[in-house]
């Protein structure tokens, strides 16, 4: 399933892409695949990210 990426690969694609389907085809694995990588690290997501964010906006936090 991984094809020996590393946590810090997984990493690196989750903090630059915008959406979770650009940082799976960066690594070459099916969207599926990134989520559960993102999992097993402890990585959050693009999309995490940006319900987060979405989130602490609507909550007043910054």
Known sequence: ?????????????????????????ALGIAMRSFGRLCRKFGVETPYVKRRRRLQECKRGVA
């Open 1 to 25: 399933m991984d094809k020996g990426i590393t946590r810090e690969q997984v990493e690196r694609v989750a903090r630059i892409y915008k959406t979770n389907q650009d940082a799976s085809q």
